[in-house]
């Protein structure tokens, strides 16, 4: 850059100047009594949006106070049950995003209403009541995010070929305003490709994602994934340092420390390990619920703690009962010894119908470790022919 010259602005710093002029305009009169309640919602919505686009998750604690404020005194406004709903969708809180959806009547038949039922769906296990819902709501209301539910569904199932067309459909839906969509959904074609070992397939679709949608951090942390599993570990530690710098989430924060572990170096490994647990426990005690997958894959394969594995695994399970959670349970149950226990939580999450190389070699280990040699070695050829890369991507 010239000595002098302005910063050119990124897509994501415009969009972001945007939303806080837009919550700026109205937060002295949002939640003032009487409360306006389309200027209420309009308020919420917008502080909704900023934390989903800055990955703040403090943030989502202002929208929830935001809403709560305004149902306390308007009564269950229908936008805002929604908007409730998809919060605690996105905090894991199945529960309470489906009373949340009952607040008022027929929300849940509403077509957003109808997509998240579908989702929760999903998450609770009922996989095939997830595709029938998210077929309905694509025949009632074709739009972009709809289709991408269907396709990460499809992929998930091994459909890899019925994903990727709806990811096109999805693309096709898209308008030249909504290129953060359109980077996102770019995003989930290059995942797909990694998930099946075509790194310059994903590599095409990142660079997509950044050209489409410049300075998105969610972009880069996708790079810096894909960048570790080619083994160019300076770029990959680099990118990471500079997405933490943006979201100092504790997730990103243990990828860093997992790099430093592919690279060889344990003590600046358990640096940025030591603060990724610190901040899960903090969240835990705060009562919250969306770290226990992370705790549990933690003490799993950073600590290789067996037993304390298993207890944020049977936490997780209570709150919903999907392929995920079960495999991770039988996978800490595996790191705690306990082989044959390890074997029938992966039979259930075998069960699901779904085809995924980390799921299957996951499950290729227990078997051996429980004397199934013959099915532990079926396994590790299925993972192998979904993604003959896995082990990279593993480590």
């Known amino acids: 850059m010239v000595r002098g010259q302005a910063h050119e602005k990124t897509d994501f710093e415009i969009e972001l100047e945007q939303l806080d002029k837009g919550i700026s305009e109205l937060e002295d009169g949002a939640l003032t009594i009487p409360i306006d309640a389309g200027k209420a919602t309009r308020y919420a919505y917008r502080l909704y949006h900023r934390a989903s686009l800055t990955g703040n998750l403090a943030e989502f604690e ?32 199945l529960v309470d995003a489906r009373q949340d959806l009952e607040m008022v009547p ?35 209301n074709g739009t972009w995010d709809n289709l991408v539910r269907l396709a990460y569904l499809k992929a998930k199932m091994g459909d890899v070929e019925g994903a990727e067309q709806l990811y096109i459909e999805a693309e096709d839906e898209i308008t030249a305003k909504e290129m953060r969509s359109y980077a996102w959904v770019e995003l989930q074609r290059g995942l797909l490709e990694l998930a099946h070992g075509r790194y310059e397939s994903a590599w095409a679709y990142y660079e997509r994602a950044n050209e489409a949608y410049s300075g998105y951090w969610l972009v880069d942390q996708h790079i810096a994934g894909l960048l570790g599993a080619q083994g160019k570990f300076d770029e990959a530690v680099a990118l990471c340092e500079r997405v933490i710098v943006c979201v100092p989430r504790p997730e990103f924060q243990q990828s860093l420390g997992d790099l430093y572990v592919s690279m060889g170096e344990p003590d600046r490994a358990r640096q940025w390990h ?97 004397g199934r040699t013959d099915e532990g070695k079926r396994l590790l050829r299925e993972a192998a022919e979904i993604n003959p890369r896995y082990h990279e991507v593993h480590a």
């Not at 038949?109 to 998240?116: D, E």
């Not at 595996?334 to 992966?346: K, N, P, S, V």
């Open 62 to 93: 202002a929208v929830e106070i935001a809403i709560d404020d305004a149902i306390r005194q308007i009564g269950p406004w229908a936008d805002l049950c929604l908007l409730k709903a998809h919060l605690d969708f996105k905090l894991h809180r």
């Open 106 to 140: 027929k929300l849940a038949y509403s077509p957003q209403g109808r997509a998240l039922s579908a989702d929760l769906d999903l998450q609770e296990g009922r996989y095939e009541d997830a595709r029938e819902g998210y077929e309905a709501v694509i025949k009632a």
């Open 274 to 370: 030591e603060k990724a647990l610190a901040a899960y426990l903090e969240s835990v005690q705060r009562g919250d619920v969306h770290y226990l997958h992370h705790l549990t894959d933690f003490y799993a394969d950073v600590r290789e703690d067996g037993a304390e594995a298993v207890r944020w695994a049977r936490k997780d399970l209570e709150l919903r009962q999907n392929f995920s959670t079960q495999a991770a349970l039988a996978w800490a149950l595996y790191r705690d010894g306990r082989f044959a226990e390890a074997l029938d939580a992966m039979h259930q999450a075998l069960s699901s119908g779904v085809r995924d190389a980390k799921l299957f070699f996951q499950a290729a280990m227990i078997h051996l470790a429980a």
